[in-house]
Nanobody, 134 residues
Framework: QVQLAESGGGSAQAGGSLRLSCTASGNTFGRYCAGWFRQEPGKEREGVATISSDGTAAYVDSVAGRFTISHDDAETTVHLRMEMLNPEDTAMYTC????????????????????????????WGRGTQVTVSS
């Protein structure tokens, strides 16, 4: 059983930066594809960035070039570095992980926005709020 805990959310001014972290306990990300998703109240969940255990990453177009997803060396933490933030980045950000045995590429995993129990993601964090003011 893997438990995910997010940290690093908060408030930022437009143009500023934040770094989110997702720490796994009970296992590492070594056999998982990890992803960051975001959702605003009343809106559909959106895949932001995903990364496979070999470091292959995928990004939604709106954050490409501004956000960077990465593992730490121990593969226990996945980071999301967010730069050049804008108010449209305001949302609840949730870290999720799916077993790579499901053979989903990071791009496919980015589009897996279904809610549980349909979601292919095995593990979900509780989320961390990011608020960007203009």
């Amino acid at each position: 059983q893997v438990q995910l805990a997010e940290s690093g959310g908060g408030s930022a001014q437009a143009g500023g930066s934040l770094r989110l972290s997702c720490t796994a306990s009970g296992n590492t990300f070594g056999r998982y594809c990890a992803g960051w998703f975001r959702q605003e109240p009343g809106k559909e969940r959106e895949g932001v960035a995903t990364i496979s255990s070999d470091g292959t990453a995928a990004y939604v177009d709106s954050v490409a070039g501004r956000f960077t997803i990465s593992h730490d060396d121990a593969e226990t933490t996945v980071h999301l570095r967010m730069e050049m933030l804008n108010p449209e980045d305001t949302a609840m950000y949730t870290c999720m992980a799916l077993e790579e045995l499901q053979n989903m590429t990071p791009i496919q995993a980015l589009g897996a926005i279904e809610d549980r129990p349909v979601s292919p993601y095995n593990y979900w964090g509780r989320g961390t709020q990011v608020t960007v003011s203009s």
